[in-house]
């Protein structure tokens, strides 16, 4: 495997509370933008490294709160996705991608195999070896374990309006999603769904697919849109609505 060291080359993953004694484990695959000097930036000015293609705006740090506030095991990246995307299966288009939304991404046209592979070994198997490793563990202890995946959406998508607040996206874990969702409604001024802004695939998703669905562990994604978390204030109040809603689940199955 290649190894890197030094502050340029961070842990691919960020543990926070691995003893926690929530069920929740918090996944947040998007957590950070950066990008080693060697890099370039991938031939992108710098503003773009601060935009929604090269991360979740405020996903990190709701994440961080929900660890606390639930005492949950959380797993962060530690870098940007446009390296390589941690919810994406590899091989595929998204996975590294060229074009991000409408902005190309120079630095991923044309790289040959031995660079890919040394972007899984060094940011994408180490996040996701140690989650699995985790969850064996706890799978191990008999330990109840459910998967929260934290993400942040843009208000516009090529163009097209994205009118919710957030979404919960599932696959075999319904029940799981609309008990958030029932939770999320409280507060009637919301506009949440299941499902939105899109809709988790196989072929399109890894955490949720690989971690939980295959495992028959409860998983979902959920995504805020992310001008909701441009402030601290926004932050805390979708920290603090999260985690109301998600102690209160009875225990869940999926199909």
């Known amino acids: 495997?290649?190894?890197?060291?030094?502050?340029?080359?961070?842990?691919?993953?960020?543990?926070?509370?691995?003893?926690?004694?929530?069920?929740?484990?918090?996944?947040?695959?998007?957590?950070?933008?950066?990008?080693?000097a060697e890099y370039r930036q991938l031939g992108l000015d710098a503003h773009h490294l601060q935009r929604h293609i090269a991360w979740d705006i405020g996903a990190a740090e709701v994440t961080r709160l929900l660890s606390s506030k639930l005492d949950a095991s959380a797993f962060l990246s530690g870098y940007s996705r446009l390296l390589i995307d941690?919810?994406?299966p590899l091989g595929t288009p998204g996975s590294i991608p060229v074009l991000s939304e409408d902005t190309d991404i120079p630095g991923n046209v044309g790289i040959d195999a031995t660079e890919r592979i040394r972007r899984a070994?060094?940011?994408?198997?180490?996040?996701?070896?140690?989650?699995?490793?985790?969850?064996?563990?706890?799978?191990?202890?008999?330990?109840?374990?459910?998967?929260?995946?934290?993400?942040?959406?843009?208000?516009v998508f090529l163009g097209v309006s994205r009118p919710w607040?957030?979404?919960?996206?599932?696959?075999?874990?319904?029940?799981?999603?609309?008990?958030?969702?029932?939770g999320l409604r409280t507060d009637a001024a919301l506009n949440v769904a299941a499902n939105v802004p899109?809709?988790?695939?196989?072929?399109?998703?890894?955490?949720?697919?690989?971690?939980?669905?295959?495992?028959?562990?409860?998983?979902?994604?959920?995504?805020i849109r992310q001008d909701l978390l441009s402030t601290r204030r926004g932050i805390e109040e979708w920290a603090d609505r999260l985690a109301a809603a998600l102690p209160a689940l009875d225990t869940e199955t999926v199909s």
């Open 1 to 36: 495997m290649t190894v890197q060291t030094g502050k340029d080359w961070p842990e691919a993953v960020e543990v926070l509370n691995e003893h926690g004694r929530s069920d929740i484990v918090l996944l947040c695959e998007h957590a950070s933008n950066h990008m080693p």
């Open 86 to 88: 941690l919810n994406r």
């Open 121 to 155: 070994e060094i940011i994408f198997s180490p996040f996701h070896d140690r989650v699995a490793a985790y969850l064996d563990r706890r799978a191990q202890a008999g330990r109840q374990t459910r998967i929260v995946t934290i993400h942040s959406f843009t208000p």
């Open 165 to 182: 607040h957030a979404g919960v996206l599932h696959d075999h874990a319904s029940d799981l999603a609309e008990a958030i969702l029932s």
């Open 198 to 223: 899109y809709v988790i695939s196989r072929d399109a998703d890894y955490a949720v697919p690989i971690h939980g669905d295959d495992r028959g562990i409860p998983a979902v994604l959920v995504e």
